[in-house]
């Protein structure tokens, strides 16, 4: 059968490309190729394209903007002061892509965000225009967290559930008719996303291993992979030497949420195994290692920050969340300030510059207030590092949305457009657009001064 994959447009107020890939459709790409499906994929967001490569910006390491149109809010937020726009290729490189596509029996998407269903939308109709009797099956985050509400997007024939992957192959299996379960024994060890499909292969994203022992009120973290799960370091090693080879990958981003964690038994013996690998004349001086989605800051020792220096990591992010000791605890106690300290002074004395660490500070969580912000963000700075703010947006099912619940503050109608980061904090009513444009402007003037 042939099938096509496809990573959507993105409707939203922003987005920034730090080192997004769609990492659960390549992976299911990878099992469909073994099993001898032809595969095609257009990358809807794709930044590399030829067309548009030199009119958007790149920044360092592989990450930057993404091509982008304005367009109408949608009819729940319409009366947001805020313009909202659709991500990705335009339509008629997009209709140049599918004329050498060959025509396929299924279209696999996947999705993301809850509050970027928009963007599903817009795609599927896009699509049911030029194959009009194909199922398309949606899967991904959104898929998988409001699977009821996906359901009723237009053009979107099939849902499947969940991130562990043989429950997705299951689900696959049933809709095509053919079992596509995979036999191999390193199905159980991790399947290498297919990037071979990818445009640009400079910068990958790696998964070492699955969910976190944590519990965070706000964290969808749990609800995707109940167990925490840690791969072997030297299938780990493996997949980073084949990258290096096969692609010539410069920058590798972990996806992990929970990556430093048995740092002695997990990370640290990983990257003694990336040190070891003999450069390849692809590998040019080595691999640039990235955080994306933010470090366990109470397991930087002094040891592991060393580590972390010599196997060059180069954005190095921090959770901190919030500076308000008792938000902290109530929210998972995951670190408090003083190991917050301890861990950004290793971080240094291993020889990290200030302007290499940066820190998630979030604005906008249920209850808080601007002046907690402002204090967090006084905080990071007196560290001499970057911060970076993040608004807060609700995850479904989490305990956050259920303590909302519970007050009346939110209930079930609310769109899932509202659960928004730029939007979301504005509901309770502390904040509002202007005074977060205040706190980022703030942060802003205190990162250049480091
Ligand atoms: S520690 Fe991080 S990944 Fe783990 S539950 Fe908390 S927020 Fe989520």
Sequence with gaps: MNILLINPWVCDFGLYDLWMKPFGLLRVAALLKMRG??????????????????????????CGKFYKKQIPKPEPIKDVARPYFIYGLPEELITEKIKNTPSPDFILMTSGMTYWYPGLEYTAKFLKKKFPNVPIVLGGIYATLLSEHAKS?????????????????????????????PHTKSFSVGVYPEYGLLSDTSSLVIETSKGCPFNCSYCGSQLFNKHFVQRGPKEVVEEIEFYLKNYGVKDIAFYDDALLVNADKHIIPILDGVLEI??????????????????????????????????????????????????????????????????????????????????????????????????????????????????????PN???????????????????????????PLIEGNFSLSSIKKLRDYAGFLNRKI
């Design 37 to 62: 499906y032809n595969l095609s994929y257009i990358d809807f967001l794709d930044r590399h394209h030829p067309k548009i490569k030199k009119s958007i910006r790149n920044d360092d390491f592989g």
């Design 153 to 181: 997007l237009e053009g979107i024939d099939y849902v499947v559930s969940g991130a562990d992957l043989p429950a997705v192959c299951r689900q696959l299996s049933s809709i095509f008719g053919q079992n596509i379960s």
């Design 278 to 395: 003999p450069y390849t004349k692809n590998s040019g001086a080595g691999i640039n290692f990235h955080t994306p989605n933010g470090l366990h800051v109470r397991f930087i020792d002094k040891k592991l920050a060393r580590k972390l220096k010599e196997a060059n990591f180069r954005t190095i992010t921090l959770s901190f969340e919030t500076v308000d000791p008792a938000r902290q605890k109530n929210t998972g106690g995951k670190v408090t300030t003083e190991e917050f300290k301890e861990a950004v002074e290793n971080l240094k004395a291993a020889g990290f510059a200030n302007k290499e660490i940066s820190a998630y500070l979030m604005v906008g969580m249920p209850h808080q207030k601007e002046d907690e912000a402002r204090e967090g963000i006084e905080f990071l700075h007196r560290l001499k590092i970057h911060i970076t703010l993040v608004t807060y947006s609700l995850v």
């Design 398 to 424: 989490t305990s956050d949305e259920k303590m909302l619940k519970q007050e009346g503050l939110i209930d079930d109608g609310l769109d899932p457009l509202w659960q928004n980061d730029t939007i979301f």
